[in-house]
């Protein structure tokens, strides 16, 4: 009798929705953590876990799946639409270009191989979005109506594409004959470009104490930290806090703010002197975010705004979207872009209003993402005829990142924002996705069982070709067609596969991370392209 209950105690629990959703969260972000060399899977364990469980039969709440893709969405469009506005003007057409050509040419192969194997239209879509590692447009395609082995098809892919990317930008070099050493000095035949940081070497701040007497009435000019990819954002020295400029000079025993990646501090450290943790906070000065929204100030170099000389303040950290760029003195500065600034806090008002508005830090606007959501379900759930290929819509989700891209590109519409903090952002997002892989690797695994193991090996073979030839024709388009040196080709190449692992491979592969800035112009393009050119491959299907 008592085994009887407790067996009937289990099955009600395991049939919770709640219950299984954060199982599967657990055990999938506790997979995520498990790190190789720079790779972990991430978020993409809640996949493998949501996949495991579906084998096993688990269900699953498509509720609370749609409400974390929505969710997901929202903080996707509001991250990416000043970045994917940007370029459409006829500065941004090559990277706006080089941006599609890898979704377009991926959506022919997958027709092609779906086509040359016999896959059902929901197996290739899969084979489309999982080879691409998207899970944006495979969530608008199943909010579409597309179910059955899209799932599968995503699931199967979704590793190879993955292992492919990797493999195949460590083999870029000697894939085209090329010497790594001459390929950076091509691109940056100067040295003048500092590498900004990757999401795997974020920058963080040190204090150190002058202790070296070489550097001792230098200016930080001619120490040229900016080399290492460090800044100075603030110098102490007898109890009186300087903002410095390339014009300061360090002294015996003054205390320096640091920011940049922790190798380049840790050299750092090396060369000037010990850590300390003397308090370097004052009344006067402030770290302020400011979000460039002042459009005659798009697209100029850091160093032209005249940011030290006119307003006495440091830029110590960029993000463009989700990627940090370190800002060296070259970088080309986007309208949505947010600057950190340090200064004293009536120039910084000066600042804010020469470069645009201050950003929130502890804010989100609930009301204008209801509203923003609201607005892009209803606009989703219309089909516009698209010619001879018949009807597509964007759906639920396609709908609410499309109103969310253009809030975010405006700021502010009225009593809407289109501003909310990072760290709102990423909640946003982790929750959002965290709960559509957990439902899409259910729904995979159960779909998997049902599947013959030639099917499997013919997925699995047309993934890692359509990735291959996508990849490889992209990259030719970019040196060939826009003469694009090879670097910078390599990096758009990263952009256009809206691939953070791929970018990060690259700076292995080079020792740099000089090209990130190239990666960031292509990056939310490539986000919206390979969700059109999936909206086309299904129309196409279905004719």
């Not at 002197?273 to 308090?279: L, S, W």
């Not at 080709?489 to 690259?506: E, K, Q, R, T, Y």
């Amino acid at each position: 009798m008592i085994l009887s209950q407790i067996h009937d105690f289990f099955i009600i629990v395991f049939k919770n929705p709640i219950f299984t959703t954060f199982l599967i969260l657990f055990t999938g972000l506790l997979i995520g953590k498990v790190k190789i060399g720079f790779f972990s899977l991430g978020t993409s364990g809640v996949f493998f876990s949501g996949f495991i469980a579906g084998i096993c039969g688990v269900e699953f709440s498509q509720q609370i799946t749609q409400i974390g893709l929505v969710l997901f969405m929202y903080a996707i469009g509001i991250q990416s639409g000043p970045g994917f506005f940007n370029i459409l003007g006829l500065k941004g057409l090559p990277y706006l270009l080089i941006s599609f050509t890898t979704g377009a040419f991926a959506a022919l192969l997958s027709y092609a191989a779906g086509y040359a194997a016999g896959f059902p239209p929901e197996i290739t879509l899969g084979l489309y979005t999982g080879s691409l590692n998207h899970s944006s447009s495979l969530a608008i395609l199943m909010d579409n109506g597309w179910s059955g082995g899209i799932a599968s098809g995503y699931a199967l892919t979704y590793p190879v594409g993955l292992i492919t990317v990797i493999i195949f930008i460590q083999l870029l070099p000697k894939l085209f004959k090329k010497d790594i050493n001459r390929a950076l000095k091509e691109f940056d035949p100067d040295n003048s470009i500092s590498g900004p940081t990757l999401q795997s070497e974020n920058l963080i701040a040190r204090k150190f104490l002058v202790e070296n007497r070489s550097v001792h009435g230098k200016t930080l000019a001619e120490i040229n930290l900016t080399r290492l990819g460090l800044n100075i954002s603030r110098i102490k020295r007898k109890n009186k806090i300087i903002i410095p400029d390339a014009d300061s000079k360090l002294m015996i025993d003054d205390v320096i703010l640091a920011v940049g990646p922790e190798k380049a501090l840790n050299k750092l450290k090396k060369f000037l002197g010990a850590e300390t943790h003397e308090n370097l906070e004052s009344p006067e000065v402030e770290a302020r975010q400011i979000v460039m929204t002042n459009e005659s100030l798009h697209h100029t170099e850091l160093d032209k705004l005249g940011i030290g000389p006119n307003y006495n303040a440091v830029i110590t950290r960029v993000w463009r979207g989700p990627i940090e760029l370190f800002p060296h003195k070259k970088l080309i500065i986007e309208s949505g872009d947010t600057l950190l600034a340090v200064g004293k806090i009536n120039e910084l008002e000066r600042l804010t209003r020469f470069l645009g508005t201050r950003r929130k830090i502890n804010e989100i606007d609930f009301f204008s993402m209801a509203f923003t959501i609201t607005i892009g379900v209803f606009i989703g759930s219309i089909a516009v005829p698209f010619g001879a290929m018949g009807k597509i819509k964007l759906g639920i989700v396609g709908g609410t990142l499309l109103c969310a891209m253009v809030l975010s590109y405006f700021r502010q519409i009225g009593m809407l924002t289109g501003q909310i903090s990072q760290s709102a952002e990423l909640v946003l997002k982790e929750i959002g996705v965290n709960f559509f892989l957990a439902g899409l690797g259910i729904q995979a695994g159960a779909g998997l069982v049902m599947m013959e193991i030639t099917t499997v090996v013919k997925i699995f073979f047309s993934s890692a070709l359509i990735m291959v030839l996508s990849m490889y024709l992209t990259f030719i388009i970019s040196t060939r067609l826009f003469k694009f040196d090879f670097v910078k080709s390599a990096a758009c190449l990263c952009g256009a596969l809206n691939s953070s692992v791929a970018i990060i491979m690259l700076s292995s592969v080079f020792k740099s991370s000089k090209m990130m800035p190239y990666f960031a112009m292509c990056y939310p393009a490539s986000l919206f392209g390979i969700i059109i050119f999936s909206q086309l491959l299904a129309a196409l299907l279905v004719k």
